[in-house]
Nanobody, 118 residues
Framework: QVQLVESGGGLVQPGGSLRLSCAASGFTFSTYRMNWYRQVPGQERELVAGISSAGSITNYADSVKGRFTISRDNAKSTVYLQMNSLKPEDTAVYVC???????????WGQGTQVTVSS
């Protein structure tokens, strides 16, 4: 079965760092664009970062540009989000998304909680 499993979330102080991982299985990872979204109760889901299927093109929300880095390892079927200089407003559930480059198919993970607080 298709699975996207996030890990690496937790509680961190402002200015700290976390690295999130999303392990994929059950589909051809190398043919999917990978994205990180974040969800805050009462707010619209936000696209934080995306990376092309081969890992050559990335994009970021303005709010995280310069602080977050998305990367992928197709041999390990895993996408990462390195988060530095974290701010309280980064607090959210971070969700991994896979979107096919060939067909109208998307998959979603269960999310991992990131809390930035002193």
């Amino acid at each position: 079965q298709v699975q996207l499993v996030e890990s690496g979330g937790g509680l961190v102080q402002p200015g700290g760092s976390l690295r999130l991982s999303c392990a994929a299985s059950g589909f051809t990872f190398s043919t999917y664009r990978m994205n990180w979204y974040r969800q805050v109760p009462g707010q619209e889901r936000e696209l934080v970062a995306g990376i092309s299927s081969a890992g050559s093109i990335t994009n970021y929300a303005d709010s995280v540009k310069g602080r977050f880095t998305i990367s992928r390892d197709n041999a390990k079927s895993t996408v990462y989000l390195q988060m530095n200089s974290l701010k309280p407003e980064d607090t959210a559930v971070y969700v991994c998304n896979a979107r096919s480059v060939r067909v109208a198919t998307s998959y979603w993970g269960q999310g991992t909680q990131v809390t930035v607080s002193s």
